[in-house]
């Protein structure tokens, strides 16, 4: 999975004639990814994140919401399910934005083998208020000189419950996840949450088995990198892909844990067959264990633990599995999930999803037509007697301090940035195998300098020793870090002015100076903050004698203050 290039179509104008946009994206315009060169094909095997860079505002974090909005569309498009309050909302005419052009390259799912001479070139074309076109072809770096361009349908059977034709050609997974409070990039997953819980819902009702959710769409946040953390523990190993959460963070192994299934109720209502209609409220209500699809693989976490006990003294009984982790314990999880981690995780985020219960249909609605403002309060929050799953006792052992001296800690306790360190490092890992895009906003917020500069090494690092196939995804990046930017090599770094199109950065990034991109990229001859920088240029231009004597030792060493000491001379000379 590579993308090639995404464009903002004509999106029209609105009622009153003035050009729509989607957010600060304009009609035109164009962002270029991967190149058909020899050396963009040849870039396309090694880790090479695109990084995105500009002032707040610049526009570059609407691409990745753009691209998220686009595939959850596509997804939907494509889903032999959606549920019936998504359904009303949904057209397939109408998507956010409503005419682009998205290009990328990919491979098929049930290929041996995953590199550009056995991918196709797929090009997705809206309109405004037309339906998406997907066509494919063989890609120009493949051998496959026979395939022909050809319009492949996003539409499902519905006789057969066959899958779009189009599927095979969208990402497996499309990841996002984003280190502030940027709820549009994060609207799209939320709603592909509720109808995975849906669709879970429809597989109990109707008594069909539920394997996995159908759309690709996943969301990292705090309780699902608790999931992410889990799998890497028990699926990498410690000795190389691991090494990094030792090095940095001083994680030794996972201690234990406790998985705690509260076995609620799913609640639905039988309709007429005649009618259609609810024949009474009462008679109409049924009830049913929400786990009834899913028992098998509850066993399965049963048959791994080093024990298990449900407490029925209460209304609505608890399953409590204990896993006391040493290697036995890991050797039993692998072989129960073939060796997989993402089996493993698939999983835990069912289960996650599970937490949804609690969730009102027409809240589901509210969510499901929404925009991507204050969604989040429209959500309930759970406490942990409420959920249908969470964790109890997460321990992992934690290297205090450089004598070696180990401490048991909860993952609560670790720092925000350890928690970001963790998110972003874990999803890299775990879909090393997949055919997956990830959309990163500012994941490097709460790092200090030393893992900010530190950050693309040790993914690069981690996923290399892992043996993954950098073919398989793609990862694009915002940040507003120098030491980021200063690990990404100018051919995979586009600068972004508001109202303009992003332009490749135009100077050598890689290896460059954290001083000397900030002043490129903000024009800063200085790099003192403004307040200090004031105060100094005042007392050079306007302090006496005395105010400089007295004042001088409060500035810190920098470049600037060499002139307050010449002017210092200067007035002890006169």
Same mark, same amino acid.
């Not at 925009?371 to 249908?388: C, H, I, M, Q």
């Given at each position: 999975?590579?993308?090639?290039?995404?464009?903002?179509?004509?999106?029209?104008? $609105?009622?009153?004639?003035?050009?729509?946009?989607?957010?600060?994206?304009?009609?035109?315009?164009?962002?270029?990814?991967?190149?058909?060169?020899?050396?963009?094909?040849?870039?396309?095997?090694?880790?090479?994140?695109?990084?995105?860079?500009?002032?707040?505002?610049? /526009?570059?974090?609407?691409?990745?919401?753009?691209?998220?909005?686009?595939?959850?569309?596509?997804?939907?498009? =494509?889903?032999?399910?959606?549920?019936?309050?998504?359904?009303?909302?949904?057209?397939?005419?109408?998507?956010?934005?409503?005419?682009?052009?998205?290009?990328?390259?990919?491979?098929?799912?049930?290929?041996?083998?995953?590199?550009?001479?056995?991918?196709?070139?797929?090009?997705?074309?809206?309109?405004? /208020?037309?339906?998406?076109?997907?066509?494919?072809?063989?890609?120009?770096?493949?051998?496959?000189?026979?395939?022909?361009?050809?319009?492949?349908?996003?539409?499902?059977?519905?006789?057969?419950?066959?899958?779009?034709?189009?599927?095979?050609?969208?990402?497996?997974? =499309?990841?996002?996840?984003?280190?502030?409070?940027?709820?549009? @990039?994060?609207?799209?997953?939320?709603?592909?949450?509720?109808?995975?819980?849906?669709?879970?819902?429809?597989?109990?009702?109707? /008594?069909?088995?539920?394997?996995?959710?159908?759309?690709?769409?996943?969301?990292?946040?705090?309780?699902?990198? +608790?999931?992410?953390?889990?799998?890497?523990?028990?699926?990498?190993?410690?000795?190389?892909?691991?090494?990094?959460?030792?090095?940095?963070?001083?994680?030794?192994?996972?201690?234990?844990?406790?998985?705690?299934?509260?076995?609620?109720?799913?609640?639905?209502?039988? &309709?007429?067959?005649?009618?259609?209609?609810?024949?009474?409220?009462?008679?109409?209500?049924?009830?049913?264990?929400?786990?009834? +699809?899913?028992?098998?693989?509850?066993?399965?976490?049963?048959?791994?633990?080093?024990?298990?006990?449900?407490?029925?003294?209460?209304?609505?009984?608890?399953?409590?599995? $204990?896993?006391?982790?040493?290697?036995?314990?890991?050797?039993?999880?692998?072989?129960?999930?073939?060796?997989?981690?993402?089996?493993?995780?698939?999983?835990?985020?069912?289960?996650?999803?599970?937490?949804?219960?609690?969730?009102?249909?027409?809240?589901?609605?509210?969510?499901?037509?929404?925009?991507?403002?204050?969604?989040?309060?429209?959500?309930?929050?759970?406490?942990?007697?409420?959920?249908?799953?969470?964790?109890?006792?997460?321990?992992?052992?934690?290297?205090?301090?450089?004598?070696?001296?180990?401490?048991?800690?909860?993952?609560?306790?670790?720092?925000?940035?350890?928690?970001?360190?963790?998110?972003?490092? /874990?999803?890299? @890992?775990?879909?090393?195998?997949?055919?997956?895009?990830?959309?990163?906003?500012?994941?490097?917020?709460?790092?200090?300098?030393?893992?900010?500069?530190?950050?693309?090494?040790?993914?690069?690092?981690?996923?290399?020793? #892992? #043996?993954?196939?950098?073919?398989? &995804?793609?990862? =694009?990046?915002?940040?507003?870090?120098?030491?980021?930017?200063?690990?990404?090599?100018?051919?995979?770094?586009?600068?972004?002015?508001?109202?303009?199109?992003?332009?490749?950065?135009?100077?050598?990034?890689?290896?460059?100076?954290?001083?000397?991109?900030?002043?490129?990229?903000?024009?800063?001859?200085?790099?003192?903050?403004?307040?200090? @920088?004031?105060?100094?240029?005042?007392?050079?231009?306007?302090?006496?004698?005395?105010?400089?004597?007295?004042?001088?030792?409060?500035?810190?060493?920098?470049?600037?203050? +060499?002139?307050?000491?010449?002017?210092?001379?200067?007035?002890?000379?006169?």
């Amino acid at each position: 999975m590579k993308l090639l290039s995404f464009e903002i179509g004509d999106l029209g104008k $609105d009622r009153s004639g003035k050009e729509m946009t989607f957010k600060s994206l304009q009609s035109g315009f164009k962002v270029n990814f991967h190149k058909l060169s020899e050396k963009g094909i040849e870039s396309m095997l090694e880790f090479q994140p695109f990084c995105f860079v500009g002032l707040n505002g610049s /526009g570059k974090s609407n691409v990745l919401e753009a691209l998220a909005s686009i595939f959850n569309h596509l997804e939907m498009c =494509v889903a032999k399910y959606r549920p019936e309050n998504f359904e009303k909302h949904f057209r397939r005419e109408i998507c956010t934005p409503d005419a682009f052009i998205l290009k990328y390259l990919i491979g098929k799912r049930d290929q041996d083998s995953y590199n550009p001479e056995v991918a196709f070139l797929v090009s997705i074309e809206k309109e405004i /208020g037309k339906e998406p076109q997907m066509f494919v072809e063989a890609s120009p770096t493949s051998f496959m000189i026979t395939q022909e361009l050809r319009k492949v349908s996003l539409i499902s059977s519905v006789r057969s419950q066959e899958k779009a034709p189009g599927k095979e050609f969208l990402p497996d997974l =499309v990841v996002g996840y984003s280190s502030g409070e940027n709820e549009i @990039l994060s609207l799209p997953f939320i709603k592909n949450r509720l109808i995975h819980f849906d669709e879970y819902k429809e597989a109990v009702i109707e /008594g069909y088995p539920f394997k996995e959710p159908e759309t690709s769409l996943l969301y990292i946040d705090e309780e699902m990198s +608790q999931a992410v953390l889990l799998t890497c523990l028990i699926f990498e190993d410690p000795e190389t892909t691991l090494k990094p959460l030792k090095d940095e963070l001083g994680i030794e192994r996972i201690q234990s844990f406790r998985m705690n299934l509260n076995y609620q109720k799913l609640i639905y209502y039988i &309709k007429s067959k005649k009618s259609n209609e609810l024949i009474t409220k009462d008679a109409a209500k049924r009830e049913v264990s929400i786990f009834s +699809q899913f028992e098998e693989e509850i066993d399965k976490l049963k048959n791994c633990a080093s024990s298990w006990f449900i407490d029925d003294s209460e209304e609505i009984p608890v399953l409590s599995i $204990d896993f006391f982790v040493d290697d036995n314990l890991k050797q039993a999880i692998r072989e129960n999930y073939d060796n997989t981690s993402f089996k493993f995780f698939r999983v835990l985020q069912i289960l996650y999803e599970l937490n949804n219960n609690i969730v009102p249909n027409d809240t589901k609605e509210e969510v499901y037509k929404s925009e991507g403002f204050y969604t989040d309060w429209k959500l309930p929050t759970a406490d942990p007697n409420s959920r249908v799953f969470h964790f109890l006792d997460y321990l992992i052992v934690k290297e205090i301090n450089d004598e070696g001296n180990t401490k048991d800690l909860l993952l609560r306790e670790f720092s925000d940035g350890e928690h970001q360190f963790i998110h972003t490092m /874990g999803i890299c @890992l775990m879909l090393k195998d997949r055919r997956t895009l990830l959309l990163l906003d500012e994941p490097e917020t709460h790092f200090n300098p030393e893992w900010r500069s530190k950050f693309i090494n040790v993914l690069k690092n981690s996923i290399d020793a #892992g #043996g993954a196939n950098n073919f398989l &995804k793609d990862l =694009v990046i915002t940040t507003h870090s120098p030491f980021i930017i200063s690990d990404c090599k100018r051919d995979f770094v586009k600068w972004f002015e508001k109202g303009k199109e992003p332009v490749d950065i135009g100077f050598q990034t890689y290896g460059a100076s954290a001083d000397y991109i900030i002043k490129r990229t903000t024009n800063k001859r200085y790099l003192n903050s403004v307040k200090s @920088l004031d105060e100094l240029h005042e007392l050079i231009e306007n302090g006496t004698l005395d105010e400089i004597e007295d004042k001088i030792d409060e500035f810190g060493t920098s470049a600037e203050k +060499q002139f307050l000491y010449r002017r210092l001379e200067e007035l002890r000379n006169q």
